[in-house]
């Protein structure tokens, strides 16, 4: 069990602690199974930062409840992002996503991100699959939902849907990288 260390009033009201985002991932596994009838061909694609550290979770308890690893890869999507300059930034990175398999065919890809807002992180992180070759299915697990979308995207896989205000700020830390585990909420600002 993650250690518990004390919010940072900064953070925000918390939404979800430790055993909750434990629950909402462990649940999440198991629609991911019930959905492609097991966990045969899944690969899951953290995207970096927090969702590569929930995809790698994740990867051990599908291999828990399935008794077969499931691999999970970081995924890297700044060079795929529309808020830069594609083709001069994109050629700043020589493989930007050197862990992905060089063949996707036959293969289901779960993308696994932290917070869904506007849909252009996901965007990304598909064009960077799709850049690398064509599974079978990309699916897309989320930590948190919060709406305002500006692209028609939508999680197949959701922890917990938080309807926010744009003027709100959702936070997730994640033991691996924030040394504790929660989801929290302020104003921004």
Do not use: W
């Amino acid at each position: 069990m993650p250690a518990h260390t004390a919010p940072d009033p900064s953070d925000g009201v918390v939404v979800m602690d430790a055993d909750a985002m434990r629950r909402a991932l462990t649940r999440i596994c198991y629609e991911i199974v019930e959905r492609n009838h097991g966990a045969q061909n899944l690969l899951l694609a953290g995207v970096r930062t927090r969702g590569a550290h929930l995809a790698r979770r994740m990867a051990e308890r599908l291999a828990e409840v399935e008794s077969r690893p499931v691999q999970a890869v970081d995924l890297d999507v700044r060079a795929y992002r529309d808020d830069r300059d594609s083709a001069g930034y994109r050629a700043s990175f020589a493989d930007p996503n050197p862990g992905l398999p060089s063949d996707l065919t036959g293969l289901t890809v779960v993308l696994v991100d932290d917070v869904l807002y506007t849909g252009r992180t996901t965007r990304a992180a598909i064009d960077a699959i799709l850049a690398v070759g064509r599974p079978a299915a990309v699916q897309l697990a989320v930590l948190v939902d919060r709406g305002h979308r500006e692209l028609p995207i939508r999680a197949d896989f959701v922890g917990k849907n938080l309807p926010t205000s744009a003027e709100e700020v959702v936070a997730v830390r994640v033991q691996e990288a924030d040394g504790g585990d929660r989801v929290t909420i302020r104003k921004a600002g």
